[in-house]
Nanobody, 115 residues
Framework: QVQLVESGGGLVEAGGSRRLSCEASKINFSFSTMAWYRQAPGKQRELVAS???????TYAESVKGRFTISRDLPKNTVYLQMNNLKPEDTAVYYCNGRIGSGSTWGPGTQVTVSS
């Protein structure tokens, strides 16, 4: 069973930056798609960004131009660089890995953006 662990969350001021990391517990294992989701209090979990292979990426409209997803395949790690953060970006951010019909979630990391 592959596990995902997120890191990099915390408190940041509006306009600031933060980089989230998500590392898979198995080195010789690659998810076909890795993604970041977020869930704010009282809201549904939403897709923030996803990456398939090395370079096929998608972003939610609300983060386009501010967030960048990338992955390091040898390290089995996916990153989310978040710039120009806004208070509405405050949420628990979850890492997700998919291969075939399987889906694995990390426990989440809290990002709080103060105004």
């Amino acid at each position: 069973q592959v596990q995902l662990v997120e890191s990099g969350g915390g408190l940041v001021e509006a306009g600031g930056s933060r980089r989230l990391s998500c590392e898979a517990s198995k080195i010789n294992f690659s998810f076909s798609t890795m993604a970041w989701y977020r869930q704010a209090p009282g809201k549904q979990r939403e897709l923030v960004a996803s990456i398939s292979g090395r370079t096929s990426v998608t972003y939610a409209e609300s983060v386009k131009g501010r967030f960048t997803i990338s992955r390091d395949l040898p390290k089995n790690t996916v990153y989310l660089q978040m710039n120009n953060l806004k208070p509405e970006d405050t949420a628990v951010y979850y890492c997700n890995g998919r291969i075939g019909s399987g889906s694995t979630w990390g426990p989440g990391t809290q990002v709080t953006v103060s105004s």
